[in-house]
């Protein structure tokens, strides 16, 4: 996959602004509004992640450490399927990010387990 899958291992850090914006801007003007809008630090590494008013659009945006880069998607049929509108962000997993781009239902993806060592009795 073409995208930030070199930073999505499982701790990859990953925000959702769940307000619409603008699909005009670039990744310049979006790194601006995680500052601006969020208080973010849009060159930190973390994966954010924005909708348009049209629920079969996204766009990500994030630092890869040689430069900031934005992934653009657009479903041919359907949608993504978006948290409720409100202010602010949300923190997705990996995986949840993963199920979201593919369209899925996100919200039915959890976070992996821990290993955990054997338990001997004694």
Not at 9 to 38: C, I, N, S, W
């Amino acid at each position: 996959m073409i995208g930030p899958s070199g930073t999505m291992g499982a701790g990859a850090r990953v925000m959702v602004a769940t307000r619409p914006v603008d699909f005009r801007k670039g990744p310049d003007a979006l790194a601006a509004l995680v500052g601006a809008e969020y208080g973010g630090d849009p060159y930190s590494g973390v994966i954010y992640v924005f909708r348009a008013k049209r629920a079969d659009r996204i766009k990500l945006v994030w630092w890869d450490g040689t430069g900031l880069c934005l992934m653009a998607k657009k479903l041919e049929s359907g949608g993504f399927k978006w948290p409720g509108i409100q202010d602010g962000v949300m923190r997705l997993t990996s995986a949840q990010l993963g199920a979201l781009l593919e369209g899925l239902d996100w919200r039915r993806v959890h976070g992996g387990r821990r290993p955990m060592a054997p338990q001997i009795a004694g």
